[in-house]
């Protein structure tokens, strides 16, 4: 029974709107000590323009993880006398109206630690999941939201949004939250406790302790933590202490992963304080959503004013913003995608559907070699939108955005893509897609600037296997190309099928499904990590 | 003072070209395409093929680094 299932007692239900005297601060000052993290929480629900605040109090009775965590928490500090728990749940409905579903803003779970040797409980926000205050309309894609139903006193309600939570800095610590927002995004039960984490780091809170005196998580424990899920992660380094230094940049791996739909926790060195003689410390944070600026001015900039010479755009040049939760601050924050330099970057983790053989930087390079070996052989075909495409490889003006795709995924867009004319693919080749295609698989758009940034449209895509080595560079790792005109598929075996379509101009870019995943029912307890299969819920 | 880009003068060429390829030929023209490509008849840039392989040995060479604490 986590905070989600369990039944409350009810403190309050206050209307909230505007004009009716509630202030935000003013009811987190007396009762929640100020805390800063919730009054974000507060500030997004009075964005969405919310009528009402629900309080009730979750008891350890009633919640088998509050037990639990109250538990590590008597192990780690001798002194800890008790918790109180608290479920704040946000309506657009006012007091006495029973809500609707899509009255409910979200929840945050407030928690206040009583120790003997402290003359105020600690307050910490221990999770929270809230309806972004900004989708696609404005531009900010976050393909991580999951839908969490909620048992409130007010009925079962629904919230989509990221899971958020705040370090107590005694049981868990950043990477332990960043860790959960992450898992949160792909594991089946959509959440995951500090318990299980710390057991699978080997954290005990005996022998081995996180936290106040003891600092955080190593790179080591977080890896144990998802090679225990069973779960497809890339790693990437940057230490130039130690001699390793990243060849690629890191924005564009990190955003290689959001843009296929998966999380990535990133680590980063703070920068040292004025006469600090230690390490500077360090911070974990969860990445799982983009901003997209359609008119940016880099992409241009950048080759003529900056020196950038690569032989196409990476669609990541038109990403202004990376979406994250920082647990010091709260959920939903923008992180400029120059800000975070590689002078402090140090860890990532990316999360991925399936193995791979190669990342998604790597894949873009590949598809590029493809395009431009496709358009040495056909320079011109005569036709409008293929010549285009071949002019624009050749001219270093293709857009290449490259993504981790389902073949279900892959199947529904070849299904509902058109031209301008109407034209669509014809379904023997949808079929013939059905037959080969494997599970998994690149998919890297290939677009103009024109096309990609303003119109969201694109000259065709190009499919790579993902479980084929790259070196020796072959054909066999591409399994199909989908230009303006025809299509080239490779089923195996040699030589490449050339295939006429009626489809000639341009097609809109892939949009993946939009409605989030649910929780599922947690998986048998008893199962032990190495029988679980691979839960990577895409 | 920074201008207009040999790129972008080169794309703005070659795409006039093919305007005045459409004003004189029309375009029912188009270029008929065999039914089978040999891998012989297209070539990979070795570029590509070491750039992925300097990823791939960062990646090794740094996968069980552990540095730092989170």
């Known amino acids: 029974m986590n905070f989600r299932q369990a039944a409350g007692k009810q403190l309050l239900w206050k209307d909230t709107g505007v ?34 605040v629900l309080v009730e109090e979750i008891s350890e009775a009633g919640c088998a993880l509050l037990a639990e965590e109250n538990q590590a928490l008597a192990i780690r500090r001798p002194d800890y006398r008790k918790s109180v728990a608290h479920r704040i749940s946000f309506f657009l409905s006012p007091s006495g109206t029973p809500p609707k579903p899509s009255d409910f803003l979200g929840y945050a779970v407030l928690k206040l630690d009583h120790f003997l040797n402290l003359p105020s409980p600690r307050v910490h926000v221990f999770e929270s999941v809230m309806r972004p205050c900004r989708g696609e309309a404005h531009n900010t894609f976050t393909r991580c939201a999951r839908d969490y139903r909620v048992t409130t006193g007010l009925g079962q309600l629904s919230v989509s949004g990221v899971l958020y939570a705040k370090q107590n800095t005694l049981t868990y610590v950043c990477a332990h939250v960043g860790l959960r ?21 080997g954290i005990d809170h005996k022998s081995s302790l996180v936290g106040e005196g003891a600092g955080g998580l190593k790179p080591d424990q977080i890896d144990k933590v998802f090679s225990g899920l069973n779960l497809n992660v890339e790693k990437l380094v940057h230490e130039p202490s130690k001699h390793l230094t990243l060849p690629t940049e890191y924005q564009r791996q ?25 390490e500077p410390a360090r911070h974990a944070i969860p990445v799982f959503g983009h901003t997209f600026d359609e008119d940016a001015w880099l992409p241009d900039a950048h080759r003529l004013y900056f020196g950038g010479s690569l032989s196409y755009y990476p669609s990541e040049n038109w990403l202004g913003n990376f979406v994250i939760h920082d647990d010091n601050f709260g959920p939903y924050f923008y992180l400029p995608r120059h800000f975070l330099k590689k002078d402090n970057f140090r860890l990532m983790y990316g999360l991925k559907g399936c193995a791979s053989t190669f990342n ?27 010549d285009r495409f071949a002019i624009y490889t050749q001219r270093g003006w293709l857009v290449l955005r490259t993504l981790m795709i389902g073949k279900a995924d892959y199947l529904r867009h070849i299904r509902e893509v058109e031209s301008r004319e109407h034209d669509r693919l014809e379904p023997e080749f949808q079929q013939h897609f059905e037959q080969f295609l494997p599970a998994h698989f690149w998919m890297v758009e290939a677009s103009a600037p024109e096309l990609f940034a303003c119109t969201r449209r694109k000259f065709g895509e190009l499919l790579l296997a993902i479980d084929k080595p790259a070196q ?8 199909a190309a989908r230009l303006p005109g025809f299509l080239l598929l490779n089923p195996g075996g040699g030589n490449i099928n050339i295939r006429i379509t009626k489809l000639i101009g341009h097609t809109p870019l ?23 299969q691979p839960s990577l819920n895409l | 003072m920074a201008n207009t880009s040999d790129s972008i003068e080169e794309l703005t060429a070659s795409l006039q070209e093919l305007a005045a390829y459409r004003k004189d030929k029309g375009c029912d023209e188009a270029v008929a395409l065999p039914g089978i490509l040999s891998p012989g008849e297209l070539t990979l840039s070795q570029e590509v093929e070491s750039f992925v392989q300097k990823n791939r040995e960062y990646a090794l060479q740094s996968r069980s680094v552990s540095v730092g604490i989170y």
């Open chain 1, 181 to 201: 927002t992450v898992l949160a995004s792909v594991l089946p039960e959509a959440d995951i406790t500090y318990g299980r984490i710390n057991a699978l780091a």
């Open chain 1, 360 to 386: 998604a930087v790597d894949a873009e390079a590949i598809a590029f070699a493809f395009c431009d070996a496709i358009r040495r052989r056909y320079p011109r075909l005569h036709r409008d939108w293929y």
């Open chain 1, 510 to 532: 892939f949009a993946p499904p939009s409605a989030p995943r649910g929780e599922e029912p947690n998986p048998e307890p008893s199962k032990v990590e190495s029988e679980r």
């Open chain 1, 472 to 479: 020796p560079l072959e054909f066999a790792l591409l399994l």
């Open chain 1, 254 to 278: 990190l955003y290689g992963f959001i843009e296929s739909g998966c999380p990535a926790l990133i680590g980063f060195e703070a920068d040292p304080k004025p006469g600090q003689s230690s």
């Open chain 1, 19 to 52: 004009g009716g005297g509630f202030s935000n601060f003013l009811f987190v000052e007396q009762n929640y000590g100020s805390n800063s993290v919730l009054r974000r929480i507060f500030s997004q629900a009075r964005k969405q323009d919310y009528q009402s």
